[in-house]
T-cell receptor, first 115, second 118 residues
Framework: DGGITQSPKYLFRKEGQNVTLSCEQN?????MYWYRQDPGQGLRLIYY???????QKGDIAEGYSVSREKKESFPLTVTSAQKNPTAFYLC??????????????FGQGTRLTVV | AQKVTQAQTEISVVEKEDVTLDCVYE???????LFWYKQPPSGELVFLIR??????QNEISGRYSWNFQKSTSSFNFTITASQVVDSAVYFC???????????????FGTGTKLQVIP
């Protein structure tokens, strides 16, 4: 089935460690996104990519990094510079690179906890 | 700056009741899109509807209906005869043109958690 796969579903990180969240899609979508969800705060955009080998910062990019070497993959690294990384992370994709014309498809999320 | 307000944080209804989820938005653009997504306990957001700013027709899809009113900048969502499976967090979102062109940012509201009690 076509869709977006995020892994792992749960991730625990020690303070000072970098961790990488995986996001893979087989929908042949050009655009991919990473969002962070905190309780009572909706979704906030971390990074987005409209095309392979290109990505842009969103509203809360500090402490995060991404790569887009393949159309199907858009991994997110949470670095030690991210002061409050505990959150639910959602990856999404859309067929329209502008992000406006079509809906986004979401993965099931990764819940990251700093221990 | 664009903004989406979902003033209802949590709503509880008894099964078979009708329920309306409110969404109020702010934008300076004349061209924009509004969305509703459902987030069940499994976590992924599921797309429900997209409406562009030039189409004020209300829409009905089964038990779901949407009321778009530009005069009050609202895009409300009604579930008729609610069911336990409707229990989820519902997000309203707005997309307008980015000033520099290219990607057009989507702003999400803070969500409304709906609990349908059997």
């Amino acid at each position: 089935d076509g869709g977006i796969t995020q892994s792992p579903k749960y991730l625990f990180r020690k303070e000072g460690q970098n961790v990488t969240l995986s996001c893979e899609q087989n929908l042949n979508h050009d655009a991919m996104y990473w969002y962070r969800q905190d309780p009572g705060q909706g979704l906030r955009l971390i990074y987005y990519s409209q095309i392979v080998n290109d990505f842009q910062k969103g509203d809360i990019a500090e402490g995060y990094s991404v790569s887009r070497e393949k159309k199907e993959s858009f991994p997110l690294t949470v670095t030690s510079a991210q002061k409050n990384p505990t959150a639910f992370y959602l990856c999404a994709s859309s067929i329209d690179p502008s992000g406006q014309q079509t809906e986004a498809f979401f993965g099931q999320g990764t819940r990251l906890t700093v221990v | 700056a664009q903004k989406v307000t979902q003033a209802q944080t949590e709503i509880s209804v008894v099964e078979k009741e009708d329920v309306t989820l409110d969404c109020v938005y702010e934008t300076r653009d004349t061209t924009y899109y509004l969305f509703w997504y459902k987030q069940p306990p499994s976590g992924e957001l599921v797309f429900l509807i997209r409406r562009n700013s030039f189409d004020e027709q209300n829409e009905i899809s089964g038990r779901y209906s949407w009321n778009f009113q530009k005069s009050t900048s609202s895009f409300n969502f009604t579930i008729t005869a609610s069911q336990v499976v409707d229990s989820a967090v519902y997000f309203c979102a707005l997309s307008e043109a980015d000033l520099s062109g290219g990607y057009q940012k989507v702003t999400f509201g803070t969500g409304t958690k709906l609990q349908v009690i059997p």
